[in-house]
């Protein structure tokens, strides 16, 4: 009697696995049976991720020299890319400094064409899928967030080219853009916003303050939404038969996504209520934007 032939378990690299939606992709994955490297930076996070069920794979996407040596150590052939890292820069452009926006585009954007150029002869060799995580304010960003909308923005549109140039040759792409989600991004932003301090000038600085005040207030009282929709939206982009080029998942993800079908000055307007910012927040003030 002929012995069957046991299918081998499908392989999956996530990067940003220390991360919020990362982890929980890397654990669903794993869950589901999938061999999960696990993309991580320090060498402290290895064990961690070893515990968890993982393959700690290093690699620095600043680090092209890293990205290859992690392709290399990977083998041939991989069934499944999720770009999942990614760092927050947020604030008004005339106060982000010029190391802001350039560490966003060298993480969000630059780093993951590295990726998946390194990973994608073995990606072509699996008929594999790559999902791309970015985010709903790449098509409505909103005021005071233009470093991570402008960064998701180009890995939008890097994705869809991706998408159209690997359409002959077996390699399903799809982008997953989520609302805010109750993940640590958030406090590390505001973490290496206060270390690395505003641009301008005091009167500048000033210009804003009561601006930002109310943003943070506004922030404080809204409520996160979980990460599973968006680690649904992963493993259907990496399962499905035919997967959808795009998912917009959240609540707010979904109502901000539909904001684009209004007229620029409405929407602009809507956003800016939304946040709690008037006019009269355009004044000089004593207080320093910290």
Known sequence: MAELTRTPPRTVLVTGATGGVGSAVARRLHTDGWIVYAAHRGPADAEPLRDAGFTPVRLDLTDEESVLAAAEALGPRLDGLVNSAAIMGQGPVELTPAEVWRRQFEINV???A??????L?????SGGRIVNIGAVSARVPPPFFGPIAASKAGLSALTQSLRAELHHQGVKVSLVEPGAMNTAIFATADKASAELG???SPQTHRHYARALDAVRATAARQTLGPVDPAVNAVVRALTARRP???YTTGRDGRTLALLRFLPDGLRDRLLLRAMGVTAAAFTETPVSVG
């Open 110 to 112: 630059i780093g993951q």
């Open 114 to 119: 590295a990726v998946i150029r390194a990973f």
């Open 121 to 125: 002869p073995a990606l072509r060799r």
């Open 198 to 200: 505003w641009a301008g």
């Open 244 to 246: 959808a080029t795009l």
